[in-house]
């Protein structure tokens, strides 16, 4: 992370409790699943990574400072980092993006220019994740938003135990089709909540 868009500085978080998002316990609301019942968008994977990326980073305060943005350019490159991209009418309205490393999927940031679009990016990658067998979402931090959605506070050991877990099985983010149905992520995501 940095400090802020314009330090130049990196530095690596390791906090005392992790957030993560169990892949097993994503909550949608009845106000996510009738927006992800509008089916007026439309998914893409990895179309839009770096743009994905600057969304994410354009807010007052960010810790995505340019050394980030081109690490995380170069992972995507590599085929490490992903983005789960949200368009309609051909304009990128919310997105996710993170990195896979085996079983374990570290989500980096989201975004949102229209109502629940970031929590319909976050849908479609729990579902991605799980069909493709990953064991683990991290979150870094719980921010209420995440919470309402599932997501919780582990204490540090315990997250090492999981990460240890996840890195040592096999995983494939492509496994599931480019194109699935928003009824499909409800029903899911519904049995597995």
Known sequence: MAESRD??????????FRGILPLSGFHI??????????????????????????????????????????????????????SVEIWSDEQLIGGAYGVALNGAFFGESMFSRRRDASKIALAYLMDRLRAGGFSLLDTQFITPHLQSLGGLEIPRDAY???????????ADFFCQPLSVSASGVIQRNTQTS
């Open 160 to 170: 090492r135990s999981l990460l240890k877990r996840a890195i040592q099985q096999s």
């Open 29 to 82: 609301s009845r106000s996510l699943a009738k927006s992800l019942k509008r089916n007026d968008y439309e998914v893409r994977i990895d179309t839009a990574f770096a743009e994905t990326v600057a969304a994410c980073a354009d807010r007052t305060d960010t810790w995505i400072n340019p050394t980030i943005f081109d690490l995380y350019d170069s992972l995507h490159e590599m085929g490490f980092a992903h």
């Open 7 to 16: 330090d130049p500085e990196v530095f690596w978080v390791d906090p005392q």
